[in-house]
């Protein structure tokens, strides 16, 4: 049977929820290659890479997602030898812009140092493609810096305007640390503009090995502008990941002040190692979106990662503001539904459900784990109210659970317990990564306890509780919180009131709410990550 997301009606609302169905479906890898850029154009999609075998850059075509596994490379430009663009041709993008055909990619002469902004153009995706008229040789890019530069992408703002990010250097060399960079296009060949340095690596996941930012993808959806990229060493198994600026509203993108840094929005989890270089796509019939990323199936690649990549696609959601949910990568080998549209898969959706299923256990092929559980109502995704008579009722927050560094925050209040289980309890969850690994904060009124409980590894790690004050209502609003800080875990009550730590093995996860037996409002149910 194949997992296929569905909106099951929880007290007249929506929530994500993984069933079943018994179409065709497919698994990643969906084939092998790397540093994957995909485009749909008239119901068509485009895959480009280098050095397919036929040419230097070569396409794959196919009316649907997962055809491109099958679809034949067709070789559509290779370079002359002994020219600034002849060697190391990196990250080929295929775009259609204003009726042509564009191939922005990086090379160089044959050494690194040398890496630098090249475009083609042609009048259709098969070619025959020529070097841009940039007034550069061979179609080299006029970015004004002069420094080192790869991974060119071309997008329209939310202004409306046409820019090129790309990562780059302060120096004419690859010297570290690499940025993202954007300048400004007058045309899909001329950079008109200065460029901008709008990021630099500074969080742990950007810092693997090496300081380095590239891959940019920049888009705009619902009226907002973001640029994803790949953070940390590309060449080591288990350092990749990814990062996300978004734009502040109605501002100048060229500001780098406007842009803001959060992430990893997607990251190493369970057997997926390195996921990057993301790229979103819609559907066949467009009312779904995917993500198609590379990632490697082992920690230990040799000799370098570029040896074992792969191409994955799974699908993705957008919050109202148009930022990106990727949830948890998922496992090589995971039964996955085929994207709307495709050979009768039904239509989808692209916005993130308020509350639904665990992000970690499907991914890893358990549809049995991380399900919601119990009777819950709610109208938005930051409060709900619980009903009675569950021994574990549960729902999920279903959104970006990859941060590793975090505050969990909800605000609760006692209606009322039952009397079927006899430990009645409410709270919710710090940090749910699947269910072999989560961590739960709960308050027991009837033992007149903070309690925190636990399970690492598939192995449970007892509870630990902290007296209540003397004067607790549990009928007022109290809040709970859980700090993380890598394995630490500070529960607190009341902005301090009780507090205490644990040291707890989970890497990642996702809030949820929980109860057992007990009617329970909550609100302003929220992830703080820290930076």
Known sequence: MTPLPLCVVVAAVCVLSLATNTLAGFKNP?????????????GVYYYTESYCGKADICVKISPTLTGLSTADWVGVWSA?????????????????????????????????NNHRLFVLKGSSPKGPFSEGATGLPHGQMKEQSGHWA???????????????????????NSNFPQRICLAPLSDPVTISGPTVYLSTPTEYW????????????????????????????????????V???????NSDPLVAANWAKSGPILDRHSNVFGPGSVVFVPSPDDSEYWVMYHAIDKANCQPSAYACRDIRLQQMFFDPSGYPILGYPVNPGVDL???????????????????????????????????VAGKWNYTDR???TSNLGGTWDQIFSPWNPNPQDFTAHVEVQLVRT????GYEKYGFYCAYDDENNHVELFLDVKYKVLASHAVVGGKDQGWQNSNLPANFDASQWHSLDCIKSQATFTFVLDNGAVRATRSLGIISGQTGLVVEDTIANYRNLQLIVHY
């Not at 295929?94 to 042509?100: L, R, S, T, V, W």
């Not at 619902?222 to 350092?239: F, K, L, Q």
């Not at 692209?350 to 784990?369: I, K, P, R, S």
Request: glycine fraction near 12%.
């Open 150 to 172: 790869i991974d060119p992408d071309v997008f329209k703002a939310a202004d409306g305007k046409l820019y090129i990010t790309f990562s780059c250097t302060d120096y004419v």
């Open 418 to 421: 039952g009397t079927t289980t």
């Open 80 to 112: 002359s030898a002994g020219n600034a663009n002849s060697d190391e041709i990196w990250a080929p993008e295929m775009h259609y812009i204003d009726g042509a055909w564009y191939i922005y990619y990086a090379a160089d002469s044959g050494n690194n």
């Open 30 to 42: 969906i084939f092998t290659s790397q540093d994957p850029w995909v485009t749909k154009v008239d």
């Open 382 to 384: 930051f409060g709900a």
């Open 243 to 249: 990062g996300i600026l978004s734009l502040k509203a």
């Open 337 to 371: 539904p085929l994207p709307a549209g495709e050979s009768g898969a039904p239509k989808g959706h692209t916005l993130v459900a308020n509350f639904g299923d665990a992000w970690g256990d499907h991914a890893e092929g358990n549809n049995n784990g991380g399900l």
């Open 206 to 241: 950007e810092m693997r090995t090496a300081p380095i930012q590239e891959g940019p993808v920049g888009y705009t959806y619902n009226g907002s502008t973001y640029i994803t990229y790949s953070g940390s060493a590309s060449w080591i198994s288990n350092a990749y990941s």
